[in-house]
């Protein structure tokens, strides 16, 4: 799924979404309402090792697509985080809800 935005989903294996480039403030609707529809399949694991930046509004996409997975009965792993990310994450205090 590309979207000219800044950011791209892939299916790279049946259950994995891999999200690559920038998600931030520009790109966060889009990349969220992009991560749900990806979320009717059998989507489990979320790879953000392709991000290669990530702000306040791309963090509370990630947290919201792992908060939409759950509501249907089907958590989302989140893996490949990059450590600029993950600092954000502990900044926010929100590191706990994506390990």
Known sequence: MNAPTGFRLDIVAPTVL???????FGTAAAALAAMRAALD?????????GVSHC?????ACVLA???EANRRGRPLRVVGMPASMQAL???CEVDTLLA
């Open 18 to 24: 891999a999200v690559n480039g920038v998600l931030d």
């Open 41 to 49: 399949g059998e989507v489990a694991q979320l790879d953000l090792a």
């Open 55 to 59: 702000d306040s509004a791309g963090l």
């Open 65 to 67: 697509a792992a908060a």
């Open 89 to 91: 994450a502990q900044v």
